[in-house]
């Protein structure tokens, strides 16, 4: 997939690159529409054929060709009208497929802090808005916008067998009318592209509020959440009766329009009639012509406002979710190739965009297979490091090194692919247990699937589930305990066997009994790994090989943990608070 963000300003050329994606589908569409407008516009001078031939006198005219004739252009014309929908009912629905799944991959694409600054739910719904917007551009289009046009020249086209002076009349008034009323319409834009933001807004607070509605019932919440949506919709309902309120006078100018300028071609036709250089076929012709050309341009009016507003809210869409990607990979960036999971932090500097300074020139080398404690107080820089490791967010200055590749010069899905990791808050899809084991490795067998299960301690409890395995485990592993989600982390951990593992408070939902119960399988996968691990429960470090002690994004102190605590120093200090909280607890 090419790069989306070059579209982010530019509704039109987004539109253009769906279009050339199915251009033959499109292209047939377009055929059959001016084919089926070029039929429905002589059916009116098959009607004005058949009255001169059955006005003539003494009945001596033969009317049944031009009945015949009529008969083609009212069959040609439904004909076509059916083949061109026909065509557009597969070739629009998978045009909006094809633009979700675009949207969708370059959404995914962005670095977690791009989710951190913005509501999901106004994300998702503005993926929805854009594809539905898209579908409904291009039936109007087709089906409104398209029609009415063509309309106006194949009826003006005619109209010059009547009088040319008419036909010149009538282009020029429906230009003004066609300029004008488009003119009016797009300067409405502010007014729709504000509903369109406060639409998005609305979705937004009802998906948060849904995501968190065990936390709002906890505090009693219901009342505010309801207050505050409602004065959410509020401000939506007001921007949306502002935007509506816009077309309805551009509607009713239009109408005035069309009632003086049909008035005015009938009494032309008539004057030409009885000065006897209009046949009464020809006022038949003028009469249904310009009703037609006069509902052209109300239809086109009504279509040209309504494709104004779904074009604001596409506009508005695509620049929020097309901006561009803030982590990408290197122009010469090739595949990470694990050997030993030797990790060097180099000299490294890092600030949060808009945030404080986490390192200034930090060092830290890991050996391959060496199991290493972050600890240290609250904002000294453990989870930072974590996060950078795993190429999150850029570093300002120096290099991160595994096996003496700069992660900055590898591809990020091989660096991803090196690494699992065991995260405090477990992340779970709504789908069975099985796939979100199977997650750590996509093409793992339903065996090996199971055998991560057990390494894991996991059995216990799937065996107690309704479906084992099959069993959903709902939002978010909502139907599984705090211990459960982790021990699900743990075996797609299992599964997915990277040589490099971060443990992230792994064990911090677990129980003493469970914890205890699980310290078995944890050192089982960290055999062979080089592991980093953040923990606040210092005795989840106690068979380390190494202890690195931050503040302030500085190490303070370094070395095995039987030597640290032979000191006297912020992790012999810790510790004791850890040792003196348990005898509190246990009292």
Not at 208 to 220: H, P, S
Not at 556 to 573: C, F, K, N, T, W
Request: net charge positive.
């Amino acid at each position: 997939m090419d790069d989306l963000t070059h579209y982010a300003n530019r509704p039109l050329a987004f539109f253009g690159r769906y279009i050339r994606t199915r251009r033959l589908s499109h292209a047939a569409i377009l055929l059959a529409v001016v084919a089926a407008v070029g039929f429905s516009v002589s059916t009116q001078y098959g009607v004005k054929h058949l009255v001169d031939t059955l006005s003539q006198e003494g009945r001596s005219g033969a009317p049944w060709p031009a009945f015949y004739l009529l008969v083609f252009f009212i069959g040609a014309d439904n004909l076509l009208w059916r083949v061109a929908s026909w065509i557009a009912a597969y070739t629009f629905v998978h045009v909006t497929g094809d633009l979700r799944a675009d949207l969708f991959q370059h959404l995914t694409g962005h670095a977690p802090s791009y989710f951190a600054k913005r509501l999901p739910g106004v994300l998702t719904s503005r993926i929805t808005a854009t594809s539905n917007a898209v579908f409904t551009i291009q039936n109007m289009f087709v089906w409104n916008v398209l029609p009415p046009c063509l309309a106006m020249v194949g009826a003006i086209a005619y109209l010059t067998t009547v009088s040319l002076g008419m036909a010149a009349c009538l282009a020029v008034v429906s230009g003004l009318v066609a300029a004008t009323i488009f003119h009016v319409a797009a300067s409405g834009k502010p007014l729709h592209h504000d509903f369109a933001d406060k639409a998005a807004v609305v979705d937004g607070e009802m998906i948060d509020v849904v995501g968190n509605i065990a936390l709002v019932k906890a505090f009693g919440g219901l009342a505010r959440e309801h207050r505050r949506f409602g004065a959410t919709v509020n401000e939506e309902l007001k921007a949306r009766r502002r935007s509506l309120l816009y077309l309805e006078k551009l509607r009713l100018s239009h109408a005035l329009v069309t009632i003086v300028l049909m008035l005015g071609l009938l009494a032309w036709a008539i004057s030409l009639w009885q000065q006897r250089s209009a046949t009464i076929g020809d006022v038949v012709l003028v009469c249904t012509l310009g009703m037609a050309v006069l509902s052209a341009t109300r239809d086109l009016a009504v279509a040209l406002v309504d494709v104004t507003q779904h074009m604001a809210r596409l506009s508005e869409a695509l620049a929020t979710l097309l901006s561009p990607h803030e982590l990408r990979d290197h122009p010469q960036a090739a595949a990470l190739i694990p050997g030993g999971a030797r990790v060097v932090f180099e000299n490294i500097a890092f600030r949060y965009p808009e945030g404080r300074q986490v390192f200034e020139n930090f060092s830290l080398t890991l050996e391959a297979g060496q199991r290493v404690g972050l600890v240290g107080p609250s904002g000294g820089g453990k989870s930072t490091l974590i996060a950078l490791l795993q190429r999150f967010y850029d570093l300002d200055a120096g290099r991160i090194l595994i096996d003496g590749q700069d992660i900055h010069r590898t591809t990020q899905a091989s660096l991803r692919q090196a690494i699992s990791v065991v995260p405090q808050d477990t992340a779970l899809f709504n789908r069975s247990l099985m796939e979100n084991i199977r997650y750590g490795r996509p093409e793992a067998t339903d065996e090996e699937v199971w055998e991560a299960a057990i390494a894991a301690r996991c059995r216990p409890f799937i065996q107690h589930l309704p479906r084992g395995l099959d069993t959903i485990v709902g939002d978010r592993g909502a139907k599984l305990s705090g211990g459960q989600r982790q021990r699900v982390a743990i075996a797609r951990a299992f599964l997915k066997n990277a040589p490099i593992l971060l443990l992230d408070e792994a064990t911090s939902a677990l129980d003493s009994e469970a914890e205890e119960a699980i310290r078995e399988a944890l050192a089982r996968l960290m055999q062979g790994r080089t592991v980093i691990a953040i923990a606040h429960r210092l005795s989840t470090l106690r068979n380390f090989d190494r202890i690195v002690v931050l503040q302030n994004g500085r190490m303070v102190q370094d070395g095995h943990p039987e030597s640290l605590m032979q000191i006297d120093g912020p992790y012999r200090a810790l510790i004791t608070q850890e040792m003196s909280r348990l005898a509190e607890q246990a009292a």
